[in-house]
């Protein structure tokens, strides 16, 4: 059964930092395009980040850029988000998600709609 978990999520105040992780079960990361996306109320689901499935390239939203980093340990079979300098507006409901196949700006693109797995989410609140 394919299934992605994530965690590290919570409560932080502005200018805080947080780590988030998924992992995969069911399958192996290695060779497959990851990705986080988010979704605050009332809002679309947007893409955060993306990391090639060589984990040569990666992709940031352009609010992110600069504070969040994602990277890969195919061995844990895990990916991870890195967030740092975090602001109220990055308040969401953040997703992993994997595309066994695609290109990595294409399935990453219009909100992870290439995306084909997903895990239920944690949920991040900024605030003091």
């Known amino acids: 059964q394919v299934q992605l978990v994530e965690s590290g999520g919570g409560l932080v105040q502005p200018g805080g930092s947080l780590r988030l992780s998924c992992v995969a079960s069911?399958?192996?990361?290695?060779?497959?395009?990851i990705g986080w996306f988010r979704q605050a109320p009332g809002k679309e689901r947007e893409g955060v980040s993306c990391i090639s499935s060589s984990g040569g390239s990666t992709l940031y939203g352009d609010s992110v850029k600069d504070r969040f980093t994602i990277s890969r340990d195919n061995g844990k079979n895990t990916v991870y988000l890195q967030m740092n300098g975090l602001k109220p507006e990055d308040t969401a409901v953040y997703y992993c998600?994997?595309?066994?196949?695609?290109?990595?700006?294409?399935?990453?693109?219009?909100?992870?709609?290439?995306?084909?797995?997903w895990g239920k989410g944690t949920l991040v609140t900024v605030s003091l």
């Open positions: 998600a994997v595309a066994p196949y695609g290109n990595m700006r294409t399935v990453c693109g219009r909100g992870g709609a290439g995306m084909n797995y």
């Open positions: 069911g399958f192996i990361l290695d060779n497959k395009v």
